[in-house]
Structures are given as structure tokens and as C-alpha cells.
């Protein structure tokens, strides 16, 4: 056999409500669908090898119990190991089931609750009731289980487990913080950037050169498509003018129409934004407040402004040699296992991280290896007290979370 891996995937899958009104006098039989898929990866390449579909009973939740965000569908995912030389069989890893709702055992949920205590106590969270406590705790102790499971089936050196998003449900952890219009709508097209080649310096990093400013919070605020976009255009103003200024996400979320502000935004219209207001005021000038309130921009506050904007290659290569020249590139990725993400080089099984499902905007801010491990340095706009002093690190070259997939910059002549 040919070296690869087969992912055996089984996902619980809900047809939407219905909106035909021709089709919806049909009686509905059963909504849910229990799918399992067998995908085959040789060398990155990706074969449907089946795809099996038939009905399924759902148990609905009591309607007072809270609907957590592990009922939405299990999914399970079983690596094929290497058939071994002297039976010839396959030998399955375990299984595991990354989305479902097990009761804990009894010892476990003691052993939680201390732990709970520790992160109540480390990130200041405060509940309105006992009830609400109880609540977060349990979520606390599905979340455990399923950054272990994450950390299981990560092939970086990612360590993943307790973070400040830890008593949230991943339903609620991507309504606030992650921007799903990414993958709605591509978005206007930019033209391409001029290559700069792809012969890139073995490593490289803006921060120890002055083109990137100290990690800011979006709050909780789908905004992350503004700060990746400020964060571009800061190296861009420094690169090209010498000075390196905060400048305001506040302005993007309320004077930016085309986008959502907190509901989420595009980088691509937010620089066409930039361009047509006139600029970018400061930090200092225009602070953030992490939700939307009417346009308060001034054209002679504006200290920044930009001319145009690219699109990026789409080769990681290309994307190292463009970033050590130019500067610090916006991306968009797939977040999966960020919510638990500590420190380390992430590289989910991509069949976990796929490149279509991109939902958080970034900074590119460097590269380089860790022990071998090539990376992408990663500045992320969750507070400093999230992943490594609020960096993310991700596996360079293997398309990694579609981190290749929307890459673009300003343009500051």
C-alpha cells in the first residue's frame, strides 16, 4: 500500500427549514441525516472514496434544558494506520468522536471542578447565578475533553487546554468572536501584486523591525476582518513613510457601510472603505469601543491614507518572499481549535481545518522553523492574554487552515 492516510468521518447533518412553498405541503419524514464519508489523503490529495447517507432519530432537548453546542452532530474521525508487515490487516487508531455529548464520569467532573475554580479565579469571570455557574461549568468540562481530543489529533507541537474562551460553547464562541461572512462571500476582486519572486530569506520577522504594533483585543466583536486590515496598513505606512502609528478599528465599524462591524467584514471592501473615506484616523484620535456608533471621522484627522489594494499569491513560498519584502500580510483562516489554542506550532488533520470554511481574520507578521517545524508567525487580535502573548502559530506549508487562500494587502505609495 501506498503511503497515506483514510479519514472515516460520520456527521449528523440537518436539512435546513424549508422555503418552496410547492416542495413544503410534502410531509417531512426525517429531517436529520446521519452521513459517514471514507476520504482517502495521498500526498495532499483528497479522494471521496464513499458517502453513505440514511435517517436518523435526534433526541430533542427538554425545553429546559440549555441546547449546547455539542448536540449539533458528532463527527468522527479514525486515521488508517499503515497495514502492518506481519498480519496485513489494517489496524485502526481509536476513534474519536470530536462533537459528542457523553455524560462525564463522576472522579472527572471533581477533578473539573477545581480546575474551573483555577480559571474563574485567572480570567476574573464572574455569573449572575449558581445556576449559570453550574452551567459553565459543565460546558467547561465538554471543552476540556474536546481540546484533548484536539491536542490528540494536532501533528504540530500545539498544546491546547484551558483559555479565557473556555466556559463558552463553540456556537457562542463563533458567534462573538469569529466572522463568518468570510466564506459567504468572496468579496470584490483586487488585482494581483506584483511577484516579488519566490527566493525568501530562511526566516523573518516585522516585530523585532519595528512594522508591527503591540497585539490589540477586539472584545466581543466579530471585528477581527478591521484589526487584520489596520495591522496591514500599519506596516504598510511604516514601510513606505517611516513611522510607525496605531491606527483605529473603531473608524472601520462605524464609517465602513459595506461591511458589518461586529457581525463580521471583509478585508477587501474594508480597504476600498479606507480609501473612499479619505484615510485612517489614530488609536489615540479614534478609540475603540468594540461595537458599532455612528461615523465620527474627520478628514483632517485622518494620518494614514492608502492607495489601492492586491490580492496575494496563494503559494506559501511566494507568500514568504512577498512578506520579508513588503511587509505584514493580511489572511483569513479556518479557527478551528483556536478557542483552546496555548502555545506552539498548530497543524490540524485538515479534513478538521478545511480551507473552505474560513472564518477569523489575521496578520502575518513572520516565518521561520522551530525545531524543524516551519511555521507562520501570527498576530492575532484577542488580548495578549490569549495563545503566545496573543500570537497563534501555524504549520507553513501545507496550506494549513486556508491561510494561503485570502491573502491581500494595502497599497501605500
Not at 476582518?225 to 491606527?247: D, H, I, K, P, R
Request: proline share 6%.
Amino acid at each position: 500500500a501506498g503511503q497515506g492516510s483514510l479519514y472515516s468521518l460520520e456527521a449528523t447533518l440537518e436539512e435546513p427549514p424549508c422555503n418552496d412553498p410547492l416542495v413544503c405541503q410534502l410531509p417531512v419524514s426525517k429531517k436529520t441525516l446521519l452521513c459517514s464519508f471514507e476520504v482517502l489523503d495521498e500526498l495532499g490529495k483528497h479522494v471521496l472514496l464513499r458517502k453513505d447517507c440514511g435517517p436518523v432519530d435526534t433526541k430533542v432537548p427538554g425545553a429546559g434544558e440549555p441546547k449546547s453546542a455539542f448536540t449539533q452532530g458528532s463527527v468522527m474521525i479514525s486515521s488508517l494506520s499503515q497495514p502492518h508487515p506481519d498480519n496485513g490487516n489494517e489496524t485502526f487508531s481509536p476513534v474519536f468522536s470530536l462533537l459528542n455529548e457523553d455524560p462525564l464520569p463522576q472522579d472527572l467532573t471533581v477533578k473539573m471542578a477545581s480546575i474551573f475554580r483555577n480559571f474563574v479565579i485567572t480570567y476574573n469571570r464572574t455569573y449572575e447565578s449558581k445556576e449559570e455557574a453550574q452551567w459553565r461549568l459543565s460546558i467547561f468540562a465538554h471543552n476540556m475533553v474536546r481540546a484533548q481530543k484536539i491536542q490528540a489529533l494536532d501533528r504540530g507541537t500545539a498544546q491546547y487546554g484551558v483559555t479565557k474562551f473556555s466556559d463558552l460553547t463553540e456556537e457562542e464562541f463563533r458567534t462573538i468572536y469569529l466572522n463568518p461572512l468570510l466564506r459567504e462571500e468572496p468579496g470584490k476582486k483586487m488585482k494581483q501584486a506584483k511577484s516579488v519572486g519566490d527566493l525568501a530569506p530562511p526566516e523573518w520577522d516585522w516585530r523585532s523591525k519595528g512594522a508591527v504594533t503591540k497585539v490589540k483585543d477586539q472584545g466581543m466583536c466579530g471585528s477581527c476582518w478591521a484589526f487584520s486590515v489596520t495591522g496591514n496598513v500599519e506596516g504598510q505606512w511604516f514601510l513606505n513613510q517611516g513611522t510607525l502609528l496605531s491606527l483605529s478599528e473603531q473608524e472601520l465599524l462605524d464609517c465602513d457601510k459595506i461591511d458589518k462591524a461586529c457581525m463580521g467584514g471583509l478585508p477587501s471592501s474594508a480597504y476600498s472603505a479606507i480609501k473612499n473615506l479619505g484615510g485612517l484616523e489614530t488609536e489615540d484620535d479614534y478609540s475603540y469601543r468594540g461595537h458599532m456608533q455612528a461615523c465620527s471621522f474627520s478628514p483632517e484627522k485622518a494620518k494614514v491614507y492608502i492607495n489601492d489594494s492586491v490580492e496575494l499569491s496563494q503559494n506559501e513560498q511566494k507568500l514568504a518572499a512577498w512578506l520579508a519584502k513588503r511587509g505584514p500580510i493580511s489572511v483569513a483562516i479556518n479557527a478551528f481549535g483556536m478557542q483552546f489554542y496555548r502555545h506552539g506550532i498548530s497543524r490540524p488533520l485538515r479534513p478538521l481545518c478545511s480551507p473552505w470554511l474560513i472564518d477569523h481574520a489575521v496578520l502575518l507578521v513572520g516565518y521561520g522553523n522551530r525545531s524543524d517545524i516551519p511555521f507562520w508567525a501570527i498576530k492575532n487580535s484577542w488580548g495578549t492574554d490569549w495563545g503566545e502573548k496573543g500570537y497563534y502559530y501555524l504549520h507553513r506549508g501545507s496550506g494549513a487552515c486556508g491561510v494561503n487562500t485570502m491573502a491581500s494587502s494595502a497599497v501605500v505609495d
